[in-house]
């Protein structure tokens, strides 16, 4: 694997990482917890993550949005009749910063602009880091 995609791959576990710890949350009172079935990330619904999938790397998100599949098939059995797979890269698709994990700025490094559907005033997103 090519240090771009490794890069890469860390980038996107760390992405999911923090989109999964600002959804869920669980209630102070009853430890009950809010977990959502499905979140955007890059423009892209992710479906519930099974565990064969996350051991791997990977995100459960449809067929037709995955660049790059893992090799093995059925590792979201959750979300099968979806059209579902594991799925190691997703494209960058126009959407709301925040799916983007970014905030809109005035200035940008190249390298870190996402394709934010919000940004007004001549802002770009930027992925935070």
Known sequence: ???????????????????????????IETNEVNDQDVYMLQGVRVYPNDRQCVLVGGLCVKTSDCTEPTNNKGLCPTSVHHGVECCYELPVRPAPCAEHLGMCMDRCHQRLLRPGTDCVNGQVCCVLI
Do not use: N
């Open 1 to 27: 694997m090519s240090i771009r995609k490794s890069l890469f791959s860390c980038l996107m576990v760390a992405l999911v990482m923090a989109t999964m710890l600002r959804s869920v949350r669980a209630d």
